[in-house]
């Protein structure tokens, strides 16, 4: 690891005065082992945990989650048990317990991806942490790598399990910066690779991240989060989903589907959506969808099982949301 | 060399046959058989509370003044030439104190490689140790850097600058097997068995299986990175805290290396977080051990998790083939097993994974044979059950598929063909009780209540199955294991010698033989280990440690008689008695035939005026592992779900039922079991190096990419045994390290062939294999 200088921001303000000149630090469960890999080499740290943790209720009664809130409180908050369950289990689903207690939800969203070949910066060659310089992920190791939304110059995925669920609760992230302050749906956050995998994210230089909002909504009771992995605890999804939806007259009325594991991103699964919407809940129109959404799916050597398993694991997922004991 | 070493365990192996037994050492079997108070019973760990109290000093935590800290710097490309190297930077960076390239490094001879004629010889590895510009594997170590903390000593390491001429390597296993080499033995057994003809009467036999099973690469995960400690004093006089699981062999080749007399160096490892046969010596004890003599400083080496896996050697994939050829009633006609595995020359460790198979059946005919496959890697070596592990996946994973295509339950099949002697050298078996480990362990696992055909248990989505197999791991005492027993006025004693404690229990187990021994309780024993002043053990490897020190403190007791018989003199109850005719009880010394003849420690050590007493001595030849077939045996029985929907396997339940004679202590050996068997878990499911053909570079260095088990993969886990005591050995007792692993791989493949009805002969077992 190279020396790094360290300052802590009191105050959202102060933390957007830094920014432009520092990298953001929260929980550091990534970024330091970035560090200590070599894969990032920030010359100053800001310290921005002391921004606002709160979890509190919006007057169109949402929920409101400050940045600097830990993965842990997120998951344990009645409000979230309650309202976002989905929300609840897909954290809980990440990483290990002690992680989860120092992850803050800013710096689960800027997380980057957990490629071998990423992360191997004195033997391999990486367009996101190299631009330019080639991908041995693609003739390599590429498992755990995207079948949708990827590029020539990079097949990594978005490892966040937190961001998959907030991506199907149509959640959306509130940023300042020194032009002052927007407001982006988190399925815009992260951004494709194309032929500019080193950017990950539609945050501008000198912005942060100050909470995360999520809308109200009336699926808790029909929603889910099933992660796959090879292990059963402490390993990154193969695939995983996160879904919600109403039922009225036997029909499905609203759905909202996100996909992890698959694509550089958080998947919102909107043709699976549509196709679904208004037509009656059986497993054949649950594949048909997942089909439809994946019919542009470009596997890899390592991993064209994930077609075959994201079709299975949202046909689970929605035939135990629409089933009769909901 | 092999050849030469064929004709010569061939032809004592022959002799022994010949002799009585009464001649040999474990003849007449170990009077502690029938005669124990601290053995097999439940003792908790003696060093438990220094470990729970974090008062147990590993090798990384050896204090010292002024102490300097190195990092190693690794080759990312497998075969070339440095061409390039600027250490400017990283020398003139703060703290750096030295930086250590082959430029720099002291001429000195690599270690002689692992030996089975030579104990003393202990290298994993005889490459040349940064002694030039040439790059051999990925990951070799290319460069040092001290410093006087860890921090600067990590920063100056990534300032060096590093240029290489690139050579095509060969890493692609597939295309070096064509170029492969066939030994002439593994270890101490002949390569090639060949017994009738076995491809005919595959041929010819009433039903048959014949297929390829591949297990991966897999690297070695102790809690404990491989870490030492370094204090020179002047230029001759050498102590290393090293975590090594051979401290004596350990030093005696240091000694050699670096040009000291035997008596100048100290290696001490009281205490290892873990061996495997991965704490071995390696090019980071002699590189860390070079450098602190360079700039006359203490200096401590812990390598990181990632360095482990670049420089520490793994298990080698395999390739294997399986055949087995049945009669109409399944009696084996034709068992043949062979393939390839990675050995390059300049490695020690075979990996033997046909060695199992010699002894589990017996079959009319036998085909076995091995070959060799040279790459450009750090060299494999021992892991947990080398040969073993792997082997029966593959030899128990084909009975299990020949048995379902017969359709007789597969604990039948096997026992159809149960040998009464070992099915190669016709040796008799010391202690062998399979049938009974089999049907006690089917009783209490609920084997009964298992459907044979495949896929009939349902729970939802999830799929279930039962699955066992049975492994064999050879008994094996080493030669040359040394003791000393210091027996105090007090009537309390000191038991020594240079064993290894790798968490197993060694210390504890070994104390309550001594007390029996010498016919003490427990609390007036001390047994101290973990120090190569002390007379000199084997290493700890091959499941052999506990009898190997076994066989040396009863050779130490035996002698102590002979000295205290002749302290005694004439004015003892015991005056008259020759030493054949006493044994150690009640804290002194008593006649065998004569329970009222007896005289205290005490009062024989006062009555001669002397505060102590001591005795060293060598433990016999271990002849009985040659003339007697010896085996730790188990059955293993896994049941587990399979989803249905995504492939993914949850274990349920495993029962490990054990015939490894007597059990010391129930708790260690308990735990022992159960450790070999969650690596088993790892074995069958998640574990697999992920070695790039492309680079020879392993691309999986940590503990968040390279699966082992996390709590959650491990279910509750059964452990019996026969506890039925061998004749032939110390103790009556047999390894335990390594038998807990063997047989897991396939046990929990079986079960997933019950539950789903898909035959997976690749470990690890994914989800993608099931879908």
Known sequence: MNPVSYQRASSLTEAVRMAGTSRLLGGGTNLVDLMRKGVERPSLLTDVTALSAAIEETEAGGLLIGAAARNSSVAAHPLVRTRYPMLSRAILAGASAQVRNMATVGGNLMQRTRCLYFADVAGSRCNKREPGSGCDAAGGFNRYHAIVGASSACTATHPSDMCVALAALDASVRIVGPAGERTVPLVDFHRLPSDRPELETVLEPGEVIEAVEIPASPFAARSGYRKVRDRASYAFALVSVAAELTLREGRIDEIRIAFGGIAPKPWRAYRAEAALRGSGPSGEAFLAAAALELADAAPLAGNAFKIELAKRTLGAVLTDLTGDDR | MSKVQNAI????????????????????????????AAIGRQ????????????????????????????????????????????????????????????????????????????????????????????????????????????????????LLTIAYAREEPATRFDDAKAKSRTPDSLLIERNHVSVGKAERELAQAAHRVDNLYRTPWQNHNAIELHALTVFWEGEDALTVHDATQMIAPSAAVLAKIFGLKKDRIRVLSPFVGGGFGGKGLWDHQILAIAAARLIGRPLRLVLSRESVYRIIGGRSPTEQRVAIGADAEGRFTALIHGGHSVMPTYGACPEAYTLGSRSLYRAKSFEILQHHVELDVVPNTFMRAPGEAIGSFAMESAVDELAHRMGIDPIELRLRNEPERHPISGAPFSQHARRQAFTDGAERFGWGRRQSEPGARCDGEWRIGMGCATGSFPYARMPGAAARITLRRDGSAVVACSAQEMGMGTSTVQTQHAADRLGLPLSDVIFELGDSALPAAPMAGGSSQTASVAGAIIAAAEKLIGELVRLAGNDSPLAGLRAGEVRLVDGGVGSIEDAKRHEAYSSILARAGREEVTVTATGSPPLEMLKYAMHSTSVVFCELRVSDVTGEIRVDRLLGSFDCGTILNPQTATSQFKGGMIMGLGLALTEETLFDERSGRIMNPSLADYHIPVHLDVPEIEVMWTGIPDPRSPLGARGIGEIGITGVGAAVANAVFNATGKRVRELPITLDKLL
């Open chain 2, 9 to 36: 365990v061939g032809s004592v192996r022959t002799v022994l046959g010949w002799m009585p037994s009464q001649w040999l050492p474990g003849g007449t079997p170990d009077p502690l058989i029938e005669r124990r």
């Open chain 2, 43 to 158: 003792a908790s760990r003696l060093d438990g509370p220094l470990k729970v109290a974090g008062k147990a000093r590993f090798a990384a935590e050896v204090i010292a003044d002024r102490l300097s800290y190195a990092t190693l710097v690794h080759s990312p490309i497998a075969r070339g030439r440095i061409t390039q190297l600027d250490t400017s930077a990283a020398e003139s960076a703060p703290g750096v104190i030295l930086v250590l390239t082959h430029r720099t490094m002291p001429r000195i001879e690599s270690p002689a490689l692992i030996s089975m004629s030579d104990f003393s010889a202990v290298g994993n590895s005889d490459l040349p140790i940064l002694q030039d510009a040439e790059i051999r594997y990925n990951g070799q170590v290319v460069a040092v850097v001290v410093a006087d903390t860890q921090e600067q000593a990590d920063h100056a390491a990534s």
